[in-house]
């Protein structure tokens, strides 16, 4: 029997990324899957590979995470077979731009601090509630090394990523003897659609983020989040930063030439 045989795991920001190598993780398991995200064709797309994977049901929800009414909307009133959720892992994440405060966007700012911060906090407040009713569940937060260490350019980007480190410090506290479990997974330089994403499409500069060194792939990060989710009730894994062997601190990188 898979670890988690025809319980619901949420994922957000699905699509791609770390949330879609979650989403394949949890299928091995045999989970349910129930995959948010803006572009939820990708999911649609993917959903036949990820029954193959074990997956027992793939359902996905075409979700802003930004928009707390369409939170509510798309999982505070789930059919029957789908409201239990079991795992939350609450991924949905952005970086825009590496300026300088004093020289940096003010959308881009918007776009972290709504996606970063308040989407989390849009997701928890829907699903943590059912959760501590049942007495039982595992709150996973993708957070960043840069949430502890900050980096040139990184200002508000590391401000919301340490904003979700401390909510999480805070929801851990909140559930203490709900037998809710939370946990934070940090992250180092993930190869994914990040860098692009914060260079806004220019994939020359996205590739030179990772240039001379290995970085961790998504599948990496999504097996420490399976191993977090699947340990024995009485076993809360708080935090974990994880990094390529080639990154020492947010700012020690070695590059081979």
């Known amino acids: 029997m898979a670890a988690f045989d025809d319980r619901v795991v949420l994922v957000t920001g699905a699509s791609s990324g770390i949330g879609a190598a979650c989403a394949r993780a949890f299928a091995r398991e045999g989970a349910r899957l129930l995959l948010a995200a803006r572009r939820v064709e990708r999911i649609r797309a993917e959903a036949p590979r990820l029954s193959g994977l074990g997956a027992r049901d ?8 930004r928009d707390y009414d369409a939170v509510r909307a798309a999982l ?7 409201e239990e959720i079991d795992v939350l892992v609450n991924n949905a994440g952005l970086s825009r731009g590496l300026a300088s405060l004093h020289e940096g966007s003010l959308d881009d700012w918007n776009e972290m601090i709504d996606t970063n911060v308040k989407g989390l906090l849009h997701v928890d407040r829907v699903v943590v509630p059912g959760m501590a009713a049942r007495r039982r569940g595992t709150v996973v937060h993708v957070g960043s090394i840069a949430g502890r260490q900050a980096y040139p350019g990184g200002n508000v980007y590391c401000g919301t990523k340490a904003a979700v480190k401390a909510i999480t410090d805070g929801l851990r506290i909140d559930l203490l003897g709900t037998g809710v479990r939370v946990a ?14 914060r260079f806004h499409g220019d994939r020359e500069r996205a590739d030179s983020v990772y240039r001379g060194m290995t970085p961790l792939a998504a599948d990496d990060v999504a097996e420490v989040v399976v191993w977090i989710a699947s340990r024995p009730a009485h076993v809360q894994i708080a935090e974990v930063v994880v990094l390529p062997a080639d990154q020492a601190s947010a700012t020690h990188v070695h590059r081979r030439t």
């Open 184 to 197: 934070t997974v940090d992250p180092g330089m993930v190869r994914t659609e990040f860098s692009e994403v």
């Open 76 to 82: 505070g009133d789930l059919p029957a077979e789908w």
């Open 58 to 65: 793939v359902r996905a929800v075409r979700l802003d995470t």
